[in-house]
């Protein structure tokens, strides 16, 4: 049986160190670490062209810190970590919180569904 996954969701501190999420998600196994590009959630509050130069930079920098390991997506958050979860042996899913309400509401919806598979 392949070894349970934890995932850490990259959201807006895209860092390494200092790290609460990523820190609690390591002592807990193996991670698989995902960044999303949440167009289909953002509506109104969709990122610009000078925070998607920024993110694509930051983006590459942490990949190569993580040696190629960042997963990235684009889609709907909700739908992309579901079907991780569906489709891998997922033990645990951490992120740091935001602020944004939009964001507060999707990450409720989120826990609901893993709460609901366990």
Not at 20 to 37: C, D, F, M, N
Not at 52 to 71: K, M, P, V
Not at 89 to 102: F, G, L, M, S
Request: proline fraction near 3%; include cysteine.
């Amino acid at each position: 049986m392949p070894e349970a996954l934890i995932i850490h969701w990259f959201r807006q501190d895209l860092r390494l160190a200092d790290n609460p999420s990523l820190t609690e998600a390591a002592r807990q196994g193996q991670v698989l670490t995902l960044y999303i590009i949440e167009d289909d959630n953002s509506g109104e509050h969709k990122m610009g062209a000078a925070s998607r130069w920024w993110l694509h930079h930051s983006l590459n920098a942490l990949n190569d810190s993580l040696d190629g390991n960042l997963a990235m997506f684009k889609g709907d958050a909700q739908s992309i970590i579901n079907r991780l979860i569906k489709n891998h042996p997922v033990k645990a899913v951490y992120w740091n919180r935001c602020y944004e309400p939009w964001k507060i509401e999707l990450h409720k919806q989120i826990k609901q569904d893993i709460e609901a598979r366990s």
